[in-house]
């Protein structure tokens, strides 16, 4: 099975990479070949039992998409994307990755022809919904009203997969993301940062700013339960899905006092100690537009799994980002 | 105000410019000019007390969209499309005309730039949503899920017309059309033709086809109806849309029994008697994902409003196409 990831040198390319060298298998069948493809060069994995191949590029580039498709890959990982914060910036690099790089990449595979029809594993992500949301959560036909250029494009995305599915150009599934946290590495400056910075930088003995208000509420999972999606995503039989090939994912619905509550009783008082809240009213107002929670009825049905409480996504942290040690 | 209208030479088309040349403005603004375009080119009105231009082209070729919009039209009627069996038929056409088409407009209002800001009324379609549906209606937070590509590309003609909205480049409005009936001219290919054929035929003196059976149940509204959608819509304070742009309009749920029982009211036993029953097992196939009922709760408490009843479908059809007058 050779398998091609799209944006390979991101947080969840990269760990997405780590975990299928190490699995050296994806749903029952032995991996020959793994092409890594993102807009900066990503780090080729050492130590593999089958060839990998890197390559650097712009998938919105004439003939990049096709490149890449000419080498038929069985299972497209498309994590490539403009995330939120750029799209909204720079509108026009937002469209031209965020939908034409789609585009271009499924015309790519149907122009292949020749009854080549690859697993595409798409993320999109809750950013198709837009306030205002049902109270009880948003249910599986809930409809897509994304307020962000960035959800627009993943909408987008989504239907354009659902169409060629049935037309029998690809097989595709698509996987709305819950907000990753704990994020490892750097704070960044998306508007969403705090939701894992104030997690991370504590446990890292250092301050985190808090810019809203304990009452906030979102919907998360950790890094390691995306790649669990990903991996679930890429050897499900498609047939259960239908001509709905989107799915909500599983996740926590919790508030970042809970979250903060989670810390405390994981890390102790002074770890907890190192918030400090200062508000952002434009963070606030941002956040403010985002989903509280969701029913991930029909991905639980076909067996999708997210964390059950905040402290075992801080746990996943612990054990896969700090080597299992709480600093004391 | 300057109004362009983008396939005007289809049937809606030829029928809204009637309606302006007779009304002579549009939500209580004056026209001053009149704009038609379509692939073939549109009749130019007579006796109109404004000028007017016509011009052909296709939306999707370099250029012809800005030269468009370098007219800087105060409102835009886009109602240009490859209708729903010829976008299945012909998968890179469909996609051509109705996604790129739609973005090289929206593309080229937006980069017209100092301020335009236009409102652009978008037909959109029922058949943005797939089976399976809710038993007691389509409510307006439904979910879009298209079961063909023409309904892909009017769901994201949606999606890019909100986000267009949101960002200030337009001022658009989408609105989903029920299934016009009962359509005047000539019996097409349409899978859904015959909803117009069994009362249109017969009151002209043909016999009709009838290929499926008389339960089946479908959503309706007359062209004059559909008029009065768009010209509501074009004239409506879009503040209260909020970012969610596109409202399935109000349309009269009957079963094709029904239809058949309102004609023999209308027209008695013998026009009613000329509808043959001969079923066609595809388009009986094809029918049956499309939607029953909706629930458009929305457009009208906007003040969209559609027949009550089939009779008065029938009596607009023949009050606008046969003179009033019923064959005996």
Redesign the interface.
């Known amino acids: 099975m050779h398998i091609l990831i799209l944006g390979a040198a991101g947080m969840i390319g990269r760990k997405l990479t780590e975990r299928l060298v190490r699995d050296g298998r994806l749903g029952g069948s032995p991996i020959t070949a793994l092409s890594l493809f993102d807009v900066a060069l990503p780090e080729a994995p050492t130590g593999v039992p089958f060839p990998t191949a890197t390559s650097a590029g712009d998938l919105s580039s004439p003939g990049e998409a096709e490149r890449l498709a000419a080498e038929r890959p069985d299972v497209i990982f498309h994590l490539a994307a403009i995330v939120s914060g750029e799209a909204e910036a720079d509108?026009e690099k937002g469209y031209r990755i965020n939908l034409d790089g789609t585009r271009l990449l499924l015309e790519a595979v149907r122009l292949a022809g020749q009854g080549y029809r690859p697993r595409v594993v798409f993320t999109s992500s809750i950013a198709v919904f837009?306030a205002p949301f049902?109270a009880d959560g948003i249910g599986?036909?809930?409809?897509?009203?994304?307020?962000t250029?960035y959800g627009?494009q993943k909408?987008?995305g989504e239907?354009?997969l659902?169409?060629y599915s049935?037309?029998g150009f690809i097989d595709g599934i698509g996987i709305r993301l819950p907000t990753i946290c704990v994020r490892p590495g750097k704070p960044n400056k998306a508007a969403s940062g705090f939701f894992s910075g104030i997690i991370r930088e504590p446990l890292n003995g250092q301050e985190a700013i808090l810019p809203v208000s304990e009452s906030v509420r979102h919907w998360h999972a950790s890094p390691r339960a995306a790649i669990a999606f990903l991996l679930h995503a890429a050897a499900l039989d498609t047939a259960a899905l239908g001509?709905?090939r989107s799915l909500t994912m599983p996740g926590l619905s919790v508030t970042v006092g809970e979250q903060i509550a989670a810390l405390r009783r994981v890390a102790g008082d002074r770890i907890a100690g190192l918030i400090r809240h200062q508000p952002d009213p434009i963070i606030e107002g941002i956040v403010q537009g985002w989903a509280e929670r969701f029913r991930a009825d029909r991905a639980e049905a076909l067996g999708f799994e997210a964390e059950r409480d905040f402290e075992e996504i801080i746990r996943v942290y612990v054990e896969d980002e700090l080597g299992g040690r709480i600093p004391a």
Chains 1, 2 share one sequence.
């Open positions: 509108f837009g049902p599986d036909t809930f409809h897509t009203t994304p307020l250029s627009t909408a987008i239907l354009l659902a169409d049935r037309r001509a709905r």
